[in-house]
T-cell receptor
């Protein structure tokens, strides 16, 4: 089965600073990668996804991620964070197109400090 | 209008009871899911239904039984609740294939 590792459980960062949230996945022939965000007391919302094509994926709210097959990574980045970005961020992977079975990482808590 | 809704939002109950959580989606999606998020925020899929057919069951105890009366609803029934069942349960839906999953707001279940 697929798995993902989110190396940082918590990431504090000052407002308007850049941020990178790390995600590594277990290797597979085909892999499909996702980043979801969970704001306090809410459900998850898709930020971006990589299915194929360009390895640099742009998502909502100014986030982007780069698929790196050689390093089996899919790190999430934002050049300048806002207070409203404070949330839990989850990386997820699937290896079976059509089955929708997502395997989530343990999450990274991003706290933006004023 | 809410895309994926769950009721109740909070559920507090005693060990041994039976309870249900309801989920409805108005997005016209074919596939619905139940996830469990534990106290450490770890999110794990429990069930997936595609056009009322079960397609995933990730080693969930048989005390948990999903029921889908129609394509827009996927309810979760739990028998003989245990302390370890305390968690936040999320419903989600998507079109078939690797499409975006839309999540409900979650149901926080507390078993005393």
């Amino acid at each position: 089965a697929q798995s993902v590792t989110q190396l940082d459980s918590q990431v504090p960062v000052f407002e308007e600073a850049p941020v990178e949230l790390r995600c590594n996945y277990s290797s597979s022939v085909s892999v499909y990668l996702f980043w979801y965000v969970q704001y306090p007391n809410q459900g998850l919302q898709l930020l971006l996804k990589y299915l194929s094509g360009s390895t640099l994926v742009k998502g909502i709210n100014g986030f982007e991620a780069e698929f790196n097959k050689s390093q089996t990574s899919f790190h999430l980045r934002k050049p300048s964070v806002h207070i409203s970005d404070t949330a839990e961020y989850f990386c997820a992977v699937s290896d079976k197109p059509g089955a929708n079975n997502l395997f989530f990482g343990t999450g990274t808590r991003l706290t933006v400090i004023p | 209008d809410t895309a994926v809704s769950q009721t109740p939002k909070y559920l507090v109950t005693q060990m041994g009871n039976d309870k249900s959580i309801k989920c409805e989606q108005n997005l016209g999606h074919d596939t619905m899911y139940w996830y469990k998020q534990d106290s450490k925020k770890f999110l794990k899929i429990m069930f997936s239904y595609n056009n009322k057919e079960l397609i995933i069951n990730e080693t969930v105890p048989n005390r948990f039984s999903p029921k889908s009366p129609d394509k827009a609803h996927l309810n979760l029934h739990i028998n003989s609740l245990e302390l370890g069942d305390s968690a936040v349960y999320f419903c989600a839906s998507s079109r078939a294939g690797l499409d975006t999953q839309y999540f409900g707001p979650g149901t926080r279940l507390t078993v005393l």
